[in-house]
């Protein structure tokens, strides 16, 4: 494995691409959107985006509002400080359990979040730990933990597919889940158990993972920047003021918003990394790529590329996105947060649009700065950019609201 940069040039072709995964479904969580083959990923593309536009947003609102009313009462009991991540990993899960599954999965909650983020600290520790010819105690540990939390993962979503096989008759009615419709589609690819399965795991985790971490970065960024916080509130109430519930449309309408989550996504990428891995031998530029090496992108060090952003990539500037991306970067393949070409994530339009509904909703409702308790330390050799320690805010609800 090697980490490499000057991959920008050929990251939209098909120079370098993962090969089908020889292992279980974790390798599909390294890679998720590379290893569903074209087909899949054009029908569930599809579904998602005719989802979306259906529901017109009236389910993550209603999700949404659920959670915020939790986070009132727990202003008004307990102190006002919370963990916002936490918040938002319950959030994010609900939704798009909700969306995907048709069960908010409550009763499954804490065994996801225990055995996903004991199985990513795992993962994290076999990618880069240094090469050692013999398995040591902790590597040897850490495998059958592994093997553990997948099995855990694997019969939450065998459950998942049973009770939604059990309920639904595969007949399209538009108001399906999106594992219906999957269901649907994947019928007619003659898929087996253990693929609907893979599907189910890879959409469960990631599907409110990254969502979460995007949320959980913006609120920071707004925490310390309160006259962005401000701006975006602002603009937030006149539009709930004057179209109440939002449709896709009007979330059209929140430019602030909008460049404050692409500057989000540039400083705090929720998947650090991208790793291609090379089928065939191949050169590019002066580099010979042999086959099977696999090469890692540090997303990173991309966003923050004086040579594409300019000489301020360090500092919180939304503004740059305000003439869209093709202004605010020098290349358009520098600005990754979703990956790029045919393998670029086909659940960014869902996780966009959930983005600025909850954080229109959560500036309308509430006011917020950071609590002195927090600890700043994105874990950025990471499978997910998590904050190491939380997201410990102060927060205040908003009397007008």
Known sequence: MIFWVGLVSVLGGGCVIFPKAKQLWFEWIWTPNCLIKCCERQGISAISHHQIDQMK??????????????????LQLHDQEIDIYQRFLELALSIFGKFAFGSDLKSSMNEIFLSFGRYLYNRRHGIFRLASPLPTFRSKVAAQQIVEDEGQLRRIAMDLLENELAHQHFEPDGNESLLTSMLLLLKEENLNEKQIVDNCITF??????????LLTWTTYLLSVHPNWQEKARIEAAELWQKHDPLTLPDLGHLKTLNMILLESLRMYPPQPLIGRACI????????????????????????????????????????????????????????????TGPRTCIGQSFAFAEAKLVMAMMLYRFSWKISPHYRHCPDIISLTLRPSFGMPIIMEKLVSS
């Not at 010979?288 to 991309?302: C, D, F, G, N, R």
């Not at 301020?312 to 996105?321: H, N």
């Not at 020098?330 to 990754?336: D, E």
Request: charged residues 25%; contains cysteine.
């Open 57 to 74: 947003l009236e389910l993550l609102r209603e999700v949404t509002v659920e959670a915020m009313h939790g986070w009132e009462q727990n």
């Open 204 to 213: 469960l985790l990631v599907g409110h993972e990254t969502t979460a971490i």
């Open 280 to 339: 065939k031998e191949n050169s590019v530029g002066e580099f010979l790529i042999p086959e099977k090496l696999e090469v890692v992108m540090p997303i990173p060090a991309l966003h923050y590329s004086k040579e594409y952003w300019g000489d301020d990539p360090e500092e919180f500037r939304p503004e740059r996105f305000a003439n869209g991306l093709a202004h605010a970067c020098k290349n358009p393949f520098t600005f990754l947060p979703f990956g």
